[in-house]
Structure formats: structure tokens, C-alpha cells
């Protein structure tokens, strides 16, 4: 391959993904503010603040592709200067990151309450955002790509990614261990839990791949920009994760709404508590039969460990 090609090929064909992603993140959005009544204002906030931020994350991202491939046919020498869009896309991205695994890290706390794992998981991400800040000051006062080749800026980039992979391996751990712990002996809460234990770990395996996957190709192709791509599509995918969690929750939260009716008897799975009404078709004669139907016919409020909230 040529220069050009080593230098930029793997870039472009990333920009491609993103786009991809992005437009997945649209849809799974529109989908979300369509049907997000029941959410906290702070949540509804918390969407809109991300979509927007992913937009011009987007916006940015384009920038980038017309300076290192259509300004660069005119002007070579363009591939070799960072331009301003490079460190204002990290920082876009950073931005990101904090609100989305800030709010995987609350969603762990609501579930576990468990201090030490908090505060430890609280301190990886700190770590994790402090090193990429340093990353994105290096690559803005660096002017161009061949000056970032310094073995600082090699172990920042390499301990960020650490980071993030084991912030998410994490917070993915936590997460299935503690659905698996609070699982209620409720057939249907069981289901929904089964399947918010699933997307977890699929959500979790794929992030961490993608960020392994990353770490490699810097340390294998360094004098490429292919895993500048990766990091681009990297943050649009867990953009793509959040609200994918978010419509599943919609979805669930559904579920658990319905009655399940099982022979004569109704259960209604409404805020995670089940009402048993028992209905005694039978007509019986005698004062004791009809204290025993009224009796019956009061709800027993069965409570479960999984509110709706919880979802």
C-alpha cells in the first residue's frame, strides 16, 4: 500500500461505520422520545444532551474527512497536520463518555449499593478521562501527526484504552451479577431480568472488543490512523448502547405492566408488585362460604425486589 493509503485508508473506511452508527442512534432516539413518558425529566435531559452532542460529534467527524481527503489533494501536506477538528472531536467525545458511563455507573450503584465497588469504579473512570484529556492536550499543542510519536504520549494513549476497557468490563460484571442476585421467583420479572442480564453482556462483550480491538491496532500500526477511526466509531457505538438500553427498558417496563393471568387467577405486575385476585367461581351456601369468597377476593400484594424504576 501507498503512504496515503497506510496513512488515511483505514480512517475513511471508518468514518463509513460511524456514519452507520450514527444513524442507528437516530432511529433508536426518535424511537425513544416517542414513548419516554414515564422517564425522569434528568433522563429525558440526559437523551437529548447525548443526541445533540453526537450530531455535532458527527458534524465535526465530517470536517475531519474533507480536510484529509479533499483539501489534501490540493495541498499533500495536509495529511501531516493535525487540524482543529481532531482535538475537538476527542473532546466531543470525552463529553460523551462522561454522561453516558456516568449514567451506567448510577444504574450499578442503584443495583449493588455497594460503596468500595463504587468509589473503585468511580476512580477507572476518572483515571480513564483524565488520561484522554491529557491525550487531547498533547495532539492540540502537537501541530502535526509526527510529533505525537514521543513514548509519553504512547503510554497515555495505551493506559486510556486500558482504562476504558476495564471500565467496562466492569461495569457489565456488576451489572449481571447483581440482576442475577435480585432475580424474583415470578416467572415473568424472572424473563425480563434474564433479558436485561443478556443485553448487559452482549452490550459489554461488544464495547470491550471494540476497544481491544483498538488497543492492538495502535500497538501493531502506529504510523496509521485506523485506530483514530476505531475511536470515532467506538463513541458512536456506545452512543448506540445507551439508547438501546433506554428503549429496552420502554419495552420491558411494558411487559411487566400487563396482567398474567393463570387459570381463574389474575396477576398484575404494575411498579413490580403482584396482585393476587383469586376468584371463586363456585357458588357456595352458608355464611363461612361467603366470608371465605370475600376474603379471598382482596388482593395479596406479593412484593418483588424489581421495580419498574430498577429497569
Not at 124 to 146: D, E, P, S, Y
Not at 179 to 185: D, E, Q, T
Not at 204 to 224: D, E, H, Q, R
Amino acid at each position: 500500500m501507498t503512504f496515503v493509503e497506510t496513512l488515511i485508508g483505514g480512517y475513511i473506511i471508518c468514518f463509513a461505520i460511524g456514519c452507520i452508527f450514527y444513524g442507528i442512534t437516530i432511529a433508536q432516539a426518535y424511537a425513544y422520545f416517542s414513548s419516554c413518558e414515564r422517564d425522569a425529566a434528568w433522563m429525558k435531559w440526559l437523551a437529548a444532551a447525548v443526541i445533540f452532542l453526537e450530531t455535532v460529534h458527527s458534524a465535526v467527524y465530517l470536517r475531519q474527512m474533507y480536510v484529509y481527503s479533499v483539501l489534501a489533494l490540493s495541498n499533500p501536506l495536509n495529511l501531516f497536520v493535525i487540524d482543529w477538528s481532531v482535538p475537538t472531536s476527542i473532546i466531543l467525545e470525552i463529553v460523551l463518555e462522561v454522561m453516558i458511563y456516568g449514567f451506567y455507573i448510577h444504574r450499578m450503584w442503584t443495583f449493588s449499593k455497594n460503596i468500595p465497588l463504587a468509589i473503585g469504579t468511580v476512580l477507572v473512570f476518572l483515571a480513564q478521562t483524565g488520561t484522554l484529556l491529557f491525550c487531547t492536550a498533547k495532539i492540540t499543542t502537537a501541530k502535526t501527526w509526527i510529533n505525537l510519536e514521543n513514548p509519553v504520549t504512547k503510554s497515555a494513549v495505551l493506559a486510556s484504552l486500558s482504562f476504558i476497557i476495564a471500565l467496562t468490563i466492569t461495569i457489565s460484571v456488576v451489572m449481571v451479577y447483581y440482576l442475577r442476585r435480585n432475580r424474583s421467583m415470578v416467572q415473568r420479572t424472572r424473563g425480563v431480568l434474564s433479558w436485561l442480564i443478556l443485553y448487559y453482556v452482549n452490550s459489554g462483550v461488544i464495547l470491550a472488543t471494540i476497544a481491544i480491538v483498538i488497543l492492538i491496532t495502535y500497538l501493531v500500526a502506529p504510523n496509521s490512523l485506523l485506530y483514530g477511526g476505531f475511536i470515532q466509531a467506538f463513541g458512536k457505538l456506545v452512543a448506540n448502547s445507551f439508547f438501546g438500553l433506554l428503549n429496552s427498558r420502554q419495552i420491558l417496563r411494558d411487559k411487566m405492566a400487563k396482567p398474567v393471568v393463570i387459570g381463574t387467577n389474575v396477576f398484575s405486575t404494575s411498579l413490580g408488585s403482584f396482585a393476587l385476585r383469586m376468584e371463586n367461581s363456585s357458588s357456595s351456601a352458608g355464611r363461612e362460604s361467603v366470608s371465605r369468597q370475600t376474603k379471598l377476593s382482596k388482593p395479596v400484594v406479593m412484593k418483588d425486589s424489581t421495580s419498574r424504576e430498577d429497569v
